[in-house]
């Protein structure tokens, strides 16, 4: 973790772990870290995590033609999602890609205007 006054990466130290006492089973830690370098303290709120016992769920035997058959499926499905994807990214950029020739066409027709208007002012001046 990085300290967040002298920015030195990796140089918080736990110091403390105080634990809420509120709920039956403490799930909430407020830790304490101290930076190695500059002494500078941070608290985070952590959550503890209760210990989950590893179960053996019994094995169900599935004959590999069925896994083989869903699994044909799939890849078409996400071959449709990514051209979907493709043609949307292509319509974007074309809109883009218009979007940059309107912008300039107005920024064309308006340096005319202004060209034509200073002639007018320079011919204006002359007669």
Same mark, same amino acid.
């Given at each position: 973790?990085?300290?967040?006054? *002298?920015?030195?990466?990796?140089?918080?130290?736990?110091?403390?772990?105080?634990?809420?006492?509120? +709920?039956?089973?403490?799930?909430?830690?407020?830790?304490?870290? +101290? *930076?190695?370098? *500059?002494?500078?303290?941070?608290?985070?709120?952590?959550?503890?995590?209760? #210990?989950?016992?590893?179960?053996?769920?019994?094995?169900?035997?599935?004959?590999?033609? #069925?896994? $083989?058959?869903?699994?044909?499926? @799939?890849?078409?499905? $996400?071959?449709?999602? @990514?051209?979907?994807?493709?043609?949307?990214?292509?319509?974007?950029?074309?809109?883009?890609?218009?979007? #940059?020739?309107? &912008?300039?066409?107005? @920024?064309?027709? %308006?340096?005319?205007?202004?060209?034509?208007?200073?002639?007018? %002012?320079? &011919?204006?001046?002359? @007669?």
């Amino acid at each position: 973790m990085q300290c967040l006054s *002298c920015r030195a990466d990796n140089k918080m130290l736990l110091m403390d772990v105080l634990r809420d006492q509120s +709920m039956k089973e403490p799930t909430i830690e407020h830790q304490i870290y +101290m *930076c190695s370098i *500059c002494r500078h303290t941070k608290r985070r709120v952590g959550f503890k995590r209760n #210990k989950m016992p590893i179960t053996h769920l019994p094995v169900i035997p599935i004959p590999i033609e #069925k896994l $083989w058959k869903e699994r044909g499926a @799939v890849p078409r499905t $996400w071959a449709n999602a @990514v051209e979907k994807l493709r043609k949307k990214q292509i319509e974007l950029k074309e809109r883009a890609a218009a979007e #940059k020739i309107v &912008q300039a066409n107005a @920024v064309e027709a %308006v340096r005319r205007k202004q060209t034509a208007l200073a002639e007018q %002012v320079v &011919q204006s001046r002359h @007669v």
